[in-house]
T-cell receptor, first 112, second 112 residues
Framework: AQSVTQPDIHITVSEGASLELRCNYSYGATPYLFWYVQSPGQGLQLLLKYFSGDTLVQGIKGFEAEFKRSQSSFNLRKPSVHWSDAAEYFCAMDMSGNKLVFGAGTILRVKS | DTGVSQNPRHKITKRGQNVTFRCDPISEHNRLYWYRQTLGQGPEFLTYFQNEAQLEKSRLLSDRFSAERPKGSFSTLEIQRTEQGDSAMYLC??????????FGEGSRLTVL
């Protein structure tokens, strides 16, 4: 079945530490891949997207993600986390060009 | 720059009642999506419009659910004879192009 898996439900990091959020997808070909962030009381916001080409993509707020075909992964990274990054992060894929399939999300907590 | 607007933001209703949610997309976006999100889960696709045409509906969308987008502008999502299992956040998103969804803040439905 076509799906997106985010193995970590919660992650806690200290402010200033590096961050990596994991995302794996299941699909027979390479889908379009996305990361969204959802802060409390706010709508989902697109952080970055991968369609093709360079496998390391840069996004907003200092985030980047790397597509690895061999691992069916699209992990999100940030070198130094700020307290304002605390939110829920969703990985998503688009197979048909018509809709996104989302993972269950990872809640990021930032310790001061 | 007005984003995607959803109303009402929160609706509490009794089981068996009908409810309607409205979504006003970003004006130049021709694609409009409805998603449903329950606690601890990522958004699940419900339906998708391109202009006024409803192009795809999820099997999640039972006969009690209907969505419209008259004239290709705002959209409504109606749920008839609500059930407690319908309690969720209903998200609307619009898109100018492939994959770049802009989400509203959602309409939370509580069915008592």
């Amino acid at each position: 079945a076509q799906s997106v898996t985010q193995p970590d439900i919660h992650i806690t990091v200290s402010e200033g530490a590096s961050l990596e959020l994991r995302c794996n997808y299941s699909y027979g070909a390479t889908p379009y891949l996305f990361w969204y962030v959802q802060s409390p009381g706010q709508g989902l916001q697109l952080l970055l997207k991968y369609f093709s080409g360079d496998t390391l993509v840069q996004g907003i707020k200092g985030f980047e993600a790397e597509f690895k075909r061999s691992q069916s992964s699209f992990n999100l990274r940030k070198p130094s986390v700020h307290w304002s990054d605390a939110a829920e992060y969703f990985c998503a894929m688009d197979m048909s060009g018509n809709k996104l399939v989302f993972g269950a999300g990872t809640i990021l907590r930032v310790k001061s | 720059d007005t984003g995607v607007s959803q109303n009402p933001r929160h609706k509490i209703t009794k089981r068996g009642q009908n409810v309607t949610f409205r979504c006003d997309p970003i004006s130049e976006h021709n694609r409009l999506y409805w998603y449903r999100q329950t606690l601890g889960q990522g958004p699940e696709f419900l339906t998708y419009f391109q202009n006024e045409a409803q192009l795809e509906k999820s099997r999640l969308l039972s006969d009690r659910f209907s969505a419209e987008r008259p004239k290709g502008s705002f959209s409504t999502l109606e749920i008839q004879r609500t059930e407690q299992g319908d309690s969720a956040m209903y998200l609307c998103a619009s898109s100018p192009s492939l994959g770049e969804l802009f989400f509203g803040e959602g309409s939370r439905l509580t069915v008592l």
